[in-house]
């Protein structure tokens, strides 16, 4: 039985990591692509000379031709500019949607059964780019963003608390942005909503740092931003639809009249398997985190716009 095929297309920071994460992991062979010449084709050698001490057979292939991505059961877009200091995700806009839909192009052609999963930002954008470039069900194109604000969300939250993060599970939903929406109704620790934890004016900076966390990596950095959690958070995924495992993750999702919105993608809880999205769950939310993610949406809803005319 051969082994399962994902693409990751962008062989920077955050592509190379995803991609060494799935080949450590065993979840599948890799094709990593570029279209710089040598990137992809050096990191991948340099990742398979990892694998005697890391201990995989899973085989990683870097490339410059669309071909070899042919078939691929996932296909992870990162490619695309990276935030600068000052630069808002939403000031990538142009020049990312020309990549992705050139990206998404390629990719139908040579996978057109293959569960799309985009990083890029301005992320929520991009991923309805992806949607509409691929004319793929919606449910076979999710964007990465909540499990990236959740684990952000969740170390925050523990170190706050001086706890162990393995028993925190946050949940943020809404774009990928300022305007992210942290739920804390749905973030416990080992079952213990946070609000019994700690003080609200605790909970409120908390929120807020979430909201600028890759803003906060981005200052440190200066000439780059974050790719170990981002990721990990797209491998996450990737896991979940290629093991089938139906897991509950918040993901950027097509809504059609979910929580009051439609026809825009935005971050929800959804349960991820084989065919990508298996299911969107609406849940119930206190009053201010439903008008937050209403309005979330609207911000969402303007970059996509931006978008329809970009291309």
Known sequence: MSRRKVTVVGAGNVGATAAQRIVEKQLADVVLIDIVEGLPQGKALDMMQSAATEGFDTHIHGTNDYAD???????????????????SRDDLIATNAK??????????????NCVIVVVSNPLDAMTYLAWKTS???????????????????????????????????????????????????????????????????????INERTKHGGAEIVKHL?????????????????????LDSKRILPSCCYLNGEYGIDGVYVGVPASLGANGVEAVHEIKLRE??????????????????QVGALV
């Open 69 to 87: 991505t042919a078939n691929s059961d996932v296909v992870v877009i990162t490619a695309g500019i990276a935030r600068k200091p000052g630069m």
């Open 99 to 112: 990549i992705v839909g050139s990206v998404t192009e390629q990719i139908v052609k040579y996978s057109p």
């Open 135 to 205: 004319g793929f069900d919606s449910n076979r194109v999710i964007g990465m963003a909540g499990v990236l604000d959740s684990s952000r969300y969740a170390m925050f939250i523990a170190e706050a608390l001086k706890g162990s993060i393995k028993d925190v599970r946050a949940m943020v939903l809404g774009g990928h942005g300022d305007t992210m929406v942290p739920v804390p109704e749905y973030t416990t620790v080992n079952g213990i909503q946070i609000d019994q934890l700690l003080p609200v004016s605790k909970i409120e900076e």
């Open 222 to 242: 200066k000439t780059g931003s974050a790719y170990y959690a981002p990721s990990a958070s797209a491998v996450a995924m990737v896991e979940a639809i290629l």
């Open 288 to 305: 201010n985190s439903s008008s937050d993610l209403k309005s979330s949406a609207e911000e969402v809803r303007k970059l996509c716009e």
